[in-house]
């Protein structure tokens, strides 16, 4: 296994731990909070443009920290 399919890997793995806390911490309960459908799939919609904008913030703080400190790492 070279550290190409090591970092495919340990990605994979990030993705799922983050989507496996973001149903269980933010959609579940927004779901539990409505009786209505209309109103569950709302929040449930909602719920979604949360993580993308987590996503995107993640994505920000990651790319400014690869500008930051692109002089010390060697490829």
Do not use: C, H
Not at 8 to 18: M, Q, R
Not at 45 to 60: K, R
Not at 67 to 73: N, T
Request: glycine share 6%.
């Amino acid at each position: 296994m070279n550290d190409d399919q090591k970092t495919y890997i340990i990605i994979g793995a990030a993705a799922l731990v983050s989507l496996v806390a973001w149903l269980a911490l933010v959609v579940i309960p927004a779901w539990k909070s409505y009786w209505r459908l209309r109103d569950r799939i709302v929040a449930t919609v909602l719920s979604i443009y949360i993580l993308a904008a987590f996503v995107l913030a993640g994505t920000g703080v990651g790319l400014a920290a690869l500008w930051y400190f692109s002089d010390r790492v060697e490829l």
